[in-house]
């Protein structure tokens, strides 16, 4: 099925026509008819309307559909930025949660107060903040115990479920790659690196008629595999926006990762954010230029105008 923002081309487009400050989609104003991505928490930006605070959060609007990816360390923080945007998130349609750290998850009490049933998928982990479930067969049982010193007096539940930080909110736990609307789909990787080992993390990737628009919150298991999943859906990759986690690699581990992206890999744009960091942001201007795309907080990358 194809979605209504397609025909997008970036090829002969500049930052700057890319690039707009759009107001986001308010209760009233008619939907976009091609993606855009608002970032609404960021430790950068240009916007003195909106707060600075480490994290990630960003709205993505495409086919009818309003997604919140991440909410951000602070819900305080959240509901400021959101106003000073003139946005209503009692209007979304979907909540994605791409991993479990606080700076990615902080603002999501302020997403239930005004939203409260709104569905919100998350990585599905045994033991997670999202909470979970394993089957009563996990552990070692020793029937030579008295019944008093056995886990549930010897006979388990063949399920049990494990208490979220957020009870009675709509989660959906994701374990696998889903499509969660029409082309538009979840990734779903797990960290192999030191500090994140064993950590799930979900990307949102919006398969349009030309390439891959991609919004990742940490990139924990690595950009590159994430992007190379993101193939299987279209050879194409389009944009990537977010947080690559390159705030602490070394410069020759970022010349290494930005050259596997921009040669290897053929991402067309990059709108890096969050834990990018610093010195990556450099490597990824000077190696991508015009295809270089800032997205500070209060940022709106848009497709609206790309049609050619």
Known sequence: MAIRCKAISLLSLTPLVLLTTLHATSAGTPEPKHPKITVLYDAFGNSTALQKDWGYSALIECDGKRILFDTGNNPDTLEQNVKAKGMDLSKLDLVVMSHRHGDHMGGLSYVLKVHPHVRIYAPKEGFGVYGGDLPGTFFRKDASLPADQRYFAGNPPDVMRFGSAWPGANFQLVDRDIEIA???????????????????????????????????????????????????????????????????????????????????????????????????????????????????????????????
């Open 182 to 308: 029409p082309n538009i789909h979840l990734i779903t990787l797990v960290s192999d690196k030191p500090g994140t080992l064993e950590l799930r993390e979900l990307s949102l990737a919006i398969n349009t008629p030309d390439g891959i628009l991609l919004v990742v919150g940490c990139s924990h298991p690595g950009i590159e595999k994430i992007v190379e999943r993101a193939r299987s859906l279209s050879q194409r990759i389009r944009l990537i926006a977010g947080g690559l986690h390159l705030v602490v690699a070394t410069d020759q581990d970022i010349a290494k990762i930005v050259t596997a992206l921009h040669d290897d890999l053929k991402v067309e744009y990059i709108a890096p954010g969050h834990c990018t960091g610093e010195p990556a942001f450099a490597a990824l201007k000077k190696t991508y230029g015009e295809h270089f795309l800032y997205a500070g907080v209060g940022s709106t990358l848009t497709t609206a105008s790309l049609m050619q």
